[in-house]
Structure formats: C-alpha cells, structure tokens
Antibody, heavy 126, light 106 residues
C-alpha cells in the first residue's frame, strides 16, 4: 500500500521560504507524476504544481514565480519550496500521486490523484 | 487556464435521496474529469476518474457522466457517510479543481 507523508515546519515567518518534503513509502517514486496541493482553512483545493520522477515540472501560473518542486529518487522523496510567503499562504499542504489512466484511447500519465498524504498545516505568522 | 465551476455550492439532502452535482469546464476537456470526496480534517478521496470510471473500492451508488464541458456526479441513494464536500478536477491541461460542493444533512 502506497503511503505519502508530508514533513516540514508548521510555522513560517512572512517573507521567508516555506519548505516541505513528501516521503513515499510502499512503492517507488519512479514512473509517476507527483503533485502538491494546498487548502486554506475553510476553503477549497488549490493545485500548486507537479513533478515527474525524471524531474520535469509544471506549476500553477498564479504561484509559478515563487514555487520550486524537486525530486530525490534515491530517497523516494519530492519537495516543495514556496518563497516570499505571506499570511495568504497559510494552508494545509498535501502531496499526492497521479494515477496513470487511459482516457478513451489515450494513455495519460498525469491522471487523477489516487494517493494523498494526510496533509500538514503551515501557518505564516511572525 | 481552464476554469472549473461546480453547482450548487451547497446542498441539503436526506438519507436515501438521489443527489446530482454539476461541474462545468470553461473549455472542452474531453473526459479528463475526476471527482473527489473530502471529509473534515481528511485528505480528499478519489471517487470517479475519466468522467465515469469508478475507483476501486468506491460504492456503486456513486456514478459520473458527461464529456466536453458538462459533467455530473450522482449519488443514487444517500448514506450517512456521504455527507461531505465534493470536488471536481480536470486533468486535460495541468490540474484545476472546482470550488467544491458541500453536501449537508437536511
């Protein structure tokens, strides 16, 4: 059974960089796409970005200038860095795996999100 | 960017009711549409993928339909454990979620 676990500081000061790591167990990080998603308290889900195990990335345009996602296949981990944070970045941060899917006759590696971490609350405050 | 709009934003229903939630994409996304259920304090759970495929382990009272820009999630007979928030998500172009539909007990 694949399991994902987010880790990192729960409190970050304004203007600093938020750093989180997602550790994958029970399966390999190879051959999959992996995403970060966040959810401000009481609000909906916002996709932050994804990374392929090879290192290629794609980010939400609204966050692109501040986001870096990286992967370490030797540790079965991928990471998120979000710079210049403000109170608006306070949220529960989730990591998740994309399930490869066939849609019609097309194979999609970046399919739905089938495994999620439990989430970690990051508060931005001085 | 593709925008996803769900309706209604909230819904009150009773156990045993048939419920339908709608999701509309700002442009055609073929069948690249997924549905999730989220309960308070928990991560979202995948219910339906590719518009109409039931994820393993999900009860058959959940079903999805649609293609192009208009999609629906239907719960045929609400159970107590179904009261939650539901999100649609497109995987046609990167990733985007709808704003959510909160399903409450009437």
């Amino acid at each position: 059974q694949v399991q994902l676990q987010e880790s990192g500081p729960g409190l970050v000061k304004p203007s600093e960089t938020l750093s989180l790591t997602c550790t994958v167990s029970g399966g390999s990080i190879s051959s999959y796409y992996w995403s970060w998603i966040r959810q401000p308290p009481g609000k909906g889900l916002e996709w932050i970005g994804y990374i392929y195990y090879s290192g290629s990335t794609n980010y939400n345009p609204s966050l692109k200038s501040r986001v870096t996602i990286s992967v370490d296949t030797s540790k079965n981990q991928f990471s998120l860095k979000l710079s210049s944070v403000t109170a608006a970045d306070t949220a529960v941060y989730y990591c998740a795996r994309h399930m490869p899917t066939i849609v019609g006759a097309t194979w999609l590696g970046r399919g739905p999100l089938d495994y999620w971490g439990q989430g970690t609350l990051v508060t931005v405050s001085s | 960017d593709i925008q996803m709009t769900q309706s209604p934003s909230s819904l009150s229903a009773s156990v045993g009711d048939r419920v339908t939630i709608t999701c509309r994409a700002s442009q055609s996304i073929s069948s690249y549409l997924n549905w999730y259920q989220q309960k308070p304090g928990k991560a979202p759970k995948l219910l339906i993928y590719a518009a109409s495929s039931l994820q393993s382990g999900v009860p058959s009272r959940f079903s999805g339909s649609g293609s192009g820009t208009d999609f629906t999630l239907t719960i045929s007979s609400l159970q107590p454990e179904d009261f939650a928030t539901y999100y649609c998500q497109q995987s046609y172009s990167t990733v985007a979620f709808g704003q959510g539909t909160k399903l409450e007990i009437k």
